[in-house]
């Protein structure tokens, strides 16, 4: 009994040689901002005056702020009339609702959410230092902001 051997296959040569890229640290050497404004992109600081950051800040806060308001309004108007209608329909007899098993699914929600949570924590630890380090770099757009965000939520 003959074999086959299989036909030779065209190779490129092993000389070539390949970087390897790593995400992890690319990731943490080029951030998101340089991206998007570039690399000469330093603290706003550099670039315009004082009252022109507080300005920015707040008006872009104001924005976020009242945006925020409005969104929560209607969230908890849905959530909460949703709820007001479960209610009536149960006490009305239309629904028959087993509190047992919805204590037993929240309990197993909670455990699942708190597992994850702790795998979770090193990202989140690395995005909070950045955020740190960036409203550290711009404090006085990032007070700006603070001040609009609240004047948005309350108007």
């Not at 030779?8 to 040569?13: K, L």
């Not at 009242?66 to 849905?78: D, I, P, S």
């Amino acid at each position: 009994m003959a074999t086959r051997n299989p036909p030779p296959q065209d190779y490129e040569s092993d000389d070539e040689s390949y970087e390897v890229l790593d995400l992890t640290e690319y990731a943490r050497r080029h951030h998101w901002w340089n991206r998007v404004f570039g690399h000469s992109s330093g603290p706003i600081v550099e670039k315009y005056s004082v009252a022109t950051q507080i300005v920015m800040g707040g008006v872009t806060g104001w924005c976020a702020g009242f945006l925020f308001q409005k969104v929560g309004k209607l969230a908890a108007t849905a959530v909460g009339g949703g709820f007001l209608l479960l209610q009536i329909a149960s006490h009305s007899g239309y629904v028959q609702i087993d509190w047992k098993r919805v204590e037993k699914d929240v309990n197993k929600a909670k455990r699942q959410i708190k597992k994850r949570a702790n795998k979770a924590a090193p990202e989140i630890n690395n995005i909070i230092e950045e955020a740190t380090e960036f409203i550290k770099q711009n404090i006085v757009i990032s007070s700006g902001f603070v001040g609009g965000f609240l004047l948005g939520l309350a108007s």
